[in-house]
């Protein structure tokens, strides 16, 4: 059984700053990307970023284009979401998700941690 496990979240104020963090643990994988997404109070969950581990590529969500980095270890299937100039609007339970090779899906979820950005 894969577990993935999310930590660093927490509240702050808006401009500031958090970095996430995403471990695995339990069975070993080899995956072929990782992501971040997010789900606000009343809202469907949306893709925040994600990282190709064959090349580094990353994409992002245009709403956090220039404020967000995503990185890790693929070794580890470990990945980090620094968040930068956070705003209230980003406020939302962020999951960490991995994606096997071979594999279409996203199969691995985190069970998620909560960001808080007060005005």
Request: proline residues 2%.
């Amino acid at each position: 059984q894969v577990q993935l496990v999310e930590s660093g979240g927490g509240l702050v104020q808006a401009g500031g700053s958090l970095r996430l963090s995403c471990v695995s643990s339990g069975r070993t994988f080899s995956s072929q990307s990782m992501a971040w997404f997010r789900q606000a109070p009343g809202k469907e969950r949306e893709f925040v970023a994600r990282v190709i581990w064959n090349g580094r590529i990353t994409y992002y969500a245009d709403s956090v284009k220039g404020r967000f980095t995503i990185s890790g270890d693929n070794a580890k299937n470990t990945v980090y979401l620094q968040m930068n100039g956070l705003k209230p609007e980003d406020t939302a339970v962020y999951y960490c998700a991995a994606q096997r090779y071979g594999h279409a899906a996203y199969e691995y979820w985190g069970q998620g941690i909560q960001v808080t950005v007060s005005s």
